[in-house]
C-alpha cells in the first residue's frame, strides 16, 4: 500500500512541474489552444503505450460510456475550467484552489462508494487539506513580483473555474474508481478518457484558425513545453494517479495528490529566490504530519 500512497505523491510532483510549465504557455496561446494541443499530443502518447502493453482488452464494452462520461467532466471540462484559472490566477493560487479535489473525493468516496475510512485516515486527510491551505494562503509573500504571481483578468472568475475543475476531478476520479476494481488497465483507461476530450475539445479548432496561421505563435520551443507539460501533466501524472486510485482508497489517494500546492510553493522558491514565509513552513509541517498518519495507518 505504501508504493501506492507514493505514487500519489508522485503524481502530485509531476503536477507542480507541469503547472509551472504551463503558465507562461496558456498566457501565450489562450487556455483553449494549449489544452488542446496539450490533449492530442498526450493521447498520442498513452494510446502508443497502452497498444504496445496490448492492455486494451482489459476495458470492457459495457464500461465504456462511465469512461467516455468521466472523460469529458473530469478532463474535457475539468481541465478547460483549470487552465482558464492558470492563466488568470497563476499556478500558486489555482494550485490552493484545485486542492479541494481532495475534501470533495473524500466526501463522494464515502456517500457514492461506500467506502469506510478509520479515524486515524480522515484525521490525516484533513491535516493533510488544511496543511495545504495554511501552506499556500499564508505563505505569500509580498515582495514577490515575479509573472507566476501575475492576476490577469478577473480574479472571482480565476477562483470559480478553479473551483470547478476541482469538483470535476473528483467527480472523475469517483467514476473510474469501481472499473479499475474489476482490473482495467489505467494505461489503457487514460488513454480513451484522454483521446475523447481531444476530440472534443479539436472543434474549437474553426474559432482559432488565424492564431493557428501565425506561426509566430507556434514556436518549436512553445511545441516542446506543451509536450513536456502534457507528458508529465497528464501521461504520467494521471497515470501514476489511476494507478493509485486502483489500489488504495480514493479518499486518500485524492488528498495525497492534492499536497501539490506545497511543492509548487518550494519549486517557486527556487526560482524566484524568495524564501516562503513563516505559514508556509507551518503549513508544510502539518501536511507532512497529516500524510505521516496515513501511511503509518
Given amino acids: 500500500m505504501y508504493l501506492y500512497y507514493f505514487l500519489a505523491l508522485l503524481a502530485a510532483f509531476s503536477w507542480s512541474i507541469a503547472s509551472l510549465i504551463s503558465t507562461d504557455i496558456t498566457r501565450t496561446l489562450g487556455s483553449i489552444n494549449f489544452n488542446r494541443l496539450r490533449l492530442i499530443f498526450v493521447s498520442i502518447m498513452l494510446i502508443a503505450y497502452a497498444s504496445y502493453q496490448n492492455t486494451w482488452d482489459t476495458i470492457h464494452f459495457e464500461y465504456l460510456n462511465l469512461i467516455i462520461l468521466s472523460g469529458i ?4 471540462i475539468g481541465d478547460t475550467f483549470l487552465f482558464v484559472a492558470l492563466k488568470k490566477i497563476g499556478p500558486r493560487r489555482n494550485n490552493i484552489l484545485f486542492s479541494l479535489a481532495a475534501p470533495f473525493t473524500v466526501i463522494l468516496n ?3 462508494l461506500k467506502q469506510q475510512m478509520t479515524i486515524i485516515e480522515i484525521f490525516g486527510c484533513l491535516s493533510v487539506f488544511f496543511g495545504v491551505v495554511i ?17 490577469e483578468g478577473s480574479i472571482k472568475i480565476g477562483i470559480t ?18 472499473i479499475l476494481d474489476k482490473g482495467a488497465d489505467p494505461i489503457a483507461l487514460a488513454a480513451i478518457r484522454t483521446t475523447i476530450s481531444a476530440f472534443l475539445i479539436s472543434f474549437t479548432f474553426i474559432h482559432s484558425f488565424n492564431n493557428f496561421l501565425n506561426s509566430a505563435v507556434y514556436t518549436p520551443a ?15 501524472g494521471m497515470s501514476l494517479l489511476l494507478i493509485a486510485l486502483q489500489n488504495a482508497d480514493a479518499g486518500i489517494v485524492a488528498t495525497l495528490s492534492s499536497t501539490s500546492p506545497i511543492m509548487v510553493l518550494f519549486i517557486l522558491w527556487i526560482f524566484t529566490k524568495k524564501i516562503p514565509n513563516f505559514g508556509a513552513w507551518i503549513g508544510t509541517i502539518i501536511a507532512i504530519f497529516g500524510t505521516g498518519l496515513i501511511f503509518i495507518n
Fill in 110 to 112: 464515502i456517500i457514492i
Fill in 73 to 76: 467532466i473530469g478532463i474535457f
Fill in 135 to 151: 501552506a499556500i494562503s499564508y505563505g505569500d509573500n509580498k515582495n514577490n513580483k515575479h509573472r507566476w504571481e501575475i492576476i
Fill in 222 to 236: 512553445i511545441i516542446l513545453k506543451i509536450i513536456i507539460s502534457g507528458f508529465l501533466g497528464m501521461a504520467l
Fill in 161 to 178: 473555474m478553479a473551483i470547478l475543475a476541482a469538483l470535476c476531478q473528483s467527480i472523475g476520479l469517483i467514476m473510474m474508481k469501481p
